[in-house]
């Protein structure tokens, strides 16, 4: 039944409007010079969607009368929301030179040249337009856009408040102002902003976007995603937030976060996040293929994602094609030199290439980056041994260890080595708690075998508790 009124008031409102332009019509025969009439045409056959229609209209009213500011207004109007800023600019200068002091003139000129990047412009206007109308929340809130937009924090925080003083149900004065809030470190004002545009507006699919990836930035993940999928279930076609929860999902959920991840990428061809975090998942699941093909649709929207170059270097390393993964690494590291984790690939892909000396160089660079990233140590230690600098490697090892006491394989690894130094006893107790550790590891027999020959050559044929 709702709809049905809903469609009757419109086709009644454009009965109303049809009926009003046949009375301008009729004035227009009776008075062919009526300006006026002609520009009420020219309004109304806007409000219908008759855009040249209209323009005509106004056009004709400025011939008769070429001092109406109100026409070349609104001819101006209709340009700019047509994408023609030139002329809308024109139009306007025309409307205010002709004295047309109006605060609605004004605030459109300002949005002009918002549009066009001019925010000093813009924010001249809109002060002359406050100037005329004091009380306008608009050209307040406006003029805080203009000055966000330059990240004038301090007057633009002023320009909203303001806005809000005047009108308290301003739901998009209270979403910027969080903005501005954030941008200042103040999370909690910010949520608080976001929770009243709510409360105004509880159809605001962005203020949900916005709360939701301040909830996840902060690790609240259920708020998160409960605010995703409200911004969903506004717009079932809203790809960011497809996008942001597959974020947060694919941390416990991987079919989930692929699923959402499609869903994103199936509404915006252009996500390129999304393409590059379905393709790690591809990869997580070893379909290296797959993965490669979504990085690859990734660079070819972001050619220096640095991400996706990681990403397919991986799968590349993966799937045996060793030289080509060092081609990515090393150009995923021109463009972030701050990720620990691509100089630690590139060095164990090094290794397996048996190019010491640069797996070497890379573990270091890993290191400095992040000196608590114990598998850098692990494997910084296992280069150092094949290299004969087995101190090095041991010291190694052991601050591995000290970062992850209970790593198993660290463990067997330094046990190794201890049994090629002689060193049985220390060999003997690696062995025996990564055995402890993991019970189940696939070299458990070559565990036991190494196990057995040092309790040999210690002379102890106990069986330490591992039988």
């Known amino acids: ?32 010079n009526d300006f006026n009439a002609y520009n009420l045409r020219g309004l109304l056959r806007n409000e219908l969607g008759d855009v040249n229609g209209a323009i005509n209209d106004f056009n004709q009213a400025i011939t008769i009368n070429n001092q109406m500011s109100v026409a070349f207004y609104n001819r101006g109007y209709i340009y700019d929301n047509q994408g023609d800023a030139d002329s809308a600019l024109k139009d306007y200068n025309t409307a205010i030179d002709l004295d047309l002091k109006e605060d609605f003139v004004y605030i459109e000129r300002g949005n002009l040249y918002y549009g066009l990047q001019d925010f000093s412009k813009a924010i001249n206007d809109y002060s002359i ?77 962005d203020v949900y976007l916005l709360r939701g990836s301040i909830f996840q930035i902060n690790n609240r993940i259920d708020e998160a995603i409960a605010d995703y999928n409200k911004a969903i279930e506004i717009d079932p076609d809203f790809s960011e937030a ?21 869903k994103t990428i199936a509404l915006d061809s252009n996500a390129f996040d999304a393409y590059i975090n379905r393709g790690y998942i591809f990869y997580t699941n070893k379909k290296y293929y797959e993965a490669i093909d979504d990085c690859n649709q990734a660079l070819a929207l972001d050619p220096q994602n640095a991400y996706a170059l990681f990403t397919r270097a991986l799968c590349f390393n993966n799937i045996d094609r060793k030289e080509e993964a060092v ?20 060095g164990s892909t090094y290794t397996d290439l048996n190019n010491l000396p640069e797996a070497l160089n890379n573990f270091n660079k890993a290191i400095t980056v992040d000196p608590n990233m114990a598998i850098a140590y692990r494997e910084r230690a296992f280069v150092f041994n094949l290299l004969g600098n087995k101190d090095e490697a041991i010291k190694d090892y052991q601050q591995a260890l000290i970062l992850n006491p209970d790593d198993w394989f660290t463990l067997s690894m330094r046990g190794s080595l201890y049994y090629q130094l002689e060193k049985y006893a220390l060999a003997l107790a690696d062995f025996n708690k990564a055995l402890a550790l993991n019970p189940d590891s696939a070299g458990i027999a070559a565990f ?9 050559l210690l002379g102890d044929a106990k069986d330490n508790n591992l039988d």
């Open 1 to 32: 039944m709702d709809d049905i009124v809903r469609m009757a008031n419109l086709h009644l409102k454009q009965s109303d409007l049809e009926q009003k332009i046949k009375d301008c019509d009729q004035a227009i025969a009776k008075k062919p």
């Open 129 to 205: 337009a406050i100037e005329i109308n004091p009380n306008s929340a608009y050209a307040v809130y406006f003029r805080g856009m203009a000055f966000l937009a330059v990240e004038d924090y301090e007057h633009s925080l002023n320009d909203f408040s303001q806005a809000l003083i005047i009108d308290q149900q301003f739901a998009v004065a209270y979403f910027n102002r969080a903005i501005v809030y954030l941008a200042i470190y103040k999370v909690d004002l910010a949520l608080a902003d976001l929770d009243q545009a709510i409360d105004n507006d509880p159809y605001y699919k």
């Open 242 to 262: 497809y996008y942001r929860r597959g974020c947060c999902v694919s941390a416990f959920d991987l079919s989930a976060g692929f699923d959402d991840f499609t």
């Open 327 to 346: 081609t990515d690494y090393i150009h995923s590291i021109s463009l972030d030199p701050l990720n620990p984790k691509v100089y630690h690939a590139l």
């Open 448 to 456: 036991y075998d190494v196990k057995s020959k040092i309790q040999k």
